[in-house]
């Protein structure tokens, strides 16, 4: 398996899991979090709050310049700035809405509670998940529902509880008031956790379990590049692996 090594923890992990920086043509450092720009980037695995405390105290600026050697800007030097964790974390977000809504236009989620507590009690649901603000009784009962589904009675399968509000998933959608999202296909279930996951883990919150099915597929990650409203990159040089 191919890794990547992280530029501040000197950590190898799956590049899935972390976050590629990229150089754009005035030399800034930004965030590839799809890992589609040209040209040489490093990775970051660490936490937002991780990633604020090695900005403050130059260790970020350290990295970068070990990692890429060089400058790229029009005067020769690289660009951080002190919007790279914003933007780090909008362009994560959005990665994971532009995933919600990819495979909503495929026919892989299902919303509303009547229906998604249907296919939750015939065990059809591969993931459960429900908006920020969501109320708790609505999340309470659907969880039962997957739990009895799933022969899980007891235990402490539940739906997870999105970073974003019913408002950005609605938008993100094309659909009306989204609050709870059912996944009934086990690859988008795969795909969706993976662009959750690593908006979590750069939050700091705690990943809730998998949902019911763990079947592996090697092209589950695999999928349309989606882009965010970052400056451009540009090529530089050949990939950092560490």
Known sequence: MTERKCILTGDRADPETLIRLAIGPEGQVLPDVRAKAPGRGAWIGVTRTELESALAKGKLKGAIARSFKAGSGKDGALQIDADLPDW?????????????????????????????????????????????????????????????????????????????????????????????????????????????????????????????????????????????????IVPVEDEVKG
């Open 88 to 232: 780090i974390e909008s362009a994560l977000r959005q990665d994971m809405l532009s995933r919600l809504g990819l495979e909503s236009r495929g026919g892989m989620l299902l919303t509303g509670s009547e229906k998604i507590d249907t296919a939750c009690r015939k065990g059809l649901v591969k993931l459960l998940l429900h908006a920020g603000d969501a109320a708790a009784d609505g999340n309470r009962k659907l969880d039962q529902a997957l739990r009895v589904g799933q022969e899980a009675e007891g235990s402490d399968l539940a739906g997870i509880v999105l970073p974003v509000d019913r408002d950005a998933l609605s938008m993100a959608m094309g659909r009306d008031n989204v609050v709870h999202i059912a996944v009934t296909d086990s690859r988008a279930a795969l795909r969706l956790r993976a662009a959750l996951g690593r908006l979590e883990h750069y939050l700091g919150c705690a990943v809730a379990a998998p949902a019911q099915d763990e079947q592996d597929s090697s092209d589950a990650l695999a999928d349309e590049t989606v882009w965010n409203d970052m400056p451009d």
